[in-house]
């Protein structure tokens, strides 16, 4: 099935907005970038991995307004520094999209507090922090909006993710806390919970879960999963980009504090 992008359905909505994306280098993140170029924003994309530098390039090549900054998420002073030069660039931000994660997939007595620290802080607090110092830029804009990678694992905890599962749970309170904070300046904060989704990270995931689950063949129990999908495929990062858009337009000013499920049916609640 095909459906038409939401770039074109909102081509122009976002014209003279900025937006502002974590994990942006690649996958989900890049996808949702170019979505909102394509529909008229200046889009600033932010990753630790210098190539984040080429995809940038790549979408300015093709006459988009799009700049990044090399930063980790969990590096306060690179943050902080990032959304200064958005502030010198364009003057302001309309739309904050805080799509970076990680994930980690290990037996309970194998889990280190170390790997349990790094996925809530990439995951959660990293949220938090660019929700901090994007707050006086939105309350400038007359269409803020906070866009928040939560998961299927905040609906439900799967095994031998504890840590994810609890970051993204985490991640949802913050964007209800948010909601009702921000609200009196028209700044609108929700919450998206992708599930399975044709990316790098999923393929690790297909990996380390049938490791563990069964002696499972790379792409055996992803395939087992997607299969008890109502809709019968993975998401694409296109899908994911389809769902901010309309997020983050005036098609959705009555929207707040939600956490929206895009997962073709796997969770119904």
């Known amino acids: 099935m095909t459906t038409d992008s939401a770039a074109n359905i909102f081509a122009g909505h976002f014209t003279s907005r900025r937006v502002f994306i974590t994990g942006g280098g690649n996958g989900i993140g890049l996808s949702i970038g170019q979505a909102f170029a394509e529909a008229g924003a200046s889009v600033m994309l932010v990753d630790r991995d210098a190539r984040v530098a080429e995809?940038?390039?790549?979408?300015?090549?093709?006459?988009?307004?799009?700049?990044?900054?090399?930063?980790?998420?969990?590096?306060?002073?690179?943050?902080?520094?990032?959304?200064?030069?958005?502030?010198?660039?364009?003057?302001?931000?309309?739309?904050?999209?805080n799509n970076a994660g990680i994930i980690t997939i290990s037996n309970l007595e194998d889990l280190s507090v170390e790997d349990f620290n790094r996925v809530l802080s990439v995951n959660t607090t990293a949220v938090f922090l660019c929700c901090r110092e994007a707050a006086s830029l939105l309350k400038k804009s007359e269409h803020g909006v906070i866009l928040n990678a939560a998961s299927g694992q905040a609906r439900q905890g799967f095994i031998f993710t504890p840590h994810y599962a609890a970051s993204k749970f985490g991640v949802i309170g913050l964007t209800q806390s948010l909601a009702k904070e921000l609200a009196p300046y028209n700044i609108r904060v929700n919450s998206y919970c992708p599930g399975i989704v044709k990316?790098?990270?999923?393929?690790?995931?297909?990996?380390?879960?049938?490791?563990?689950?069964?002696?499972?063949?790379?792409?055996?129990l992803i395939q087992e999963w997607i299969d008890d999908i109502p809709l019968k495929r993975p998401a694409e990062a296109s899908d994911i980009a389809n769902l901010l858009m309309f997020l983050a337009s005036d098609a959705?000013?009555?929207i707040t504090g939600q956490a929206i499920n895009i997962d073709g049916g796997m969770f119904m609640s």
């Open 55 to 97: 995809a940038a390039q790549n979408l300015r090549d093709r006459g988009f307004d799009v700049e990044h900054a090399v930063a980790d998420v969990t590096n306060e002073a690179q943050i902080k520094a990032a959304f200064i030069r958005v502030e010198e660039l364009w003057g302001g931000l309309d739309v904050l999209v």
């Open 199 to 220: 990316t790098d990270m999923w393929d690790y995931n297909d990996r380390e879960w049938g490791s563990r689950l069964g002696n499972y063949k790379p792409g055996e």
């Open 252 to 254: 959705s000013s009555y």
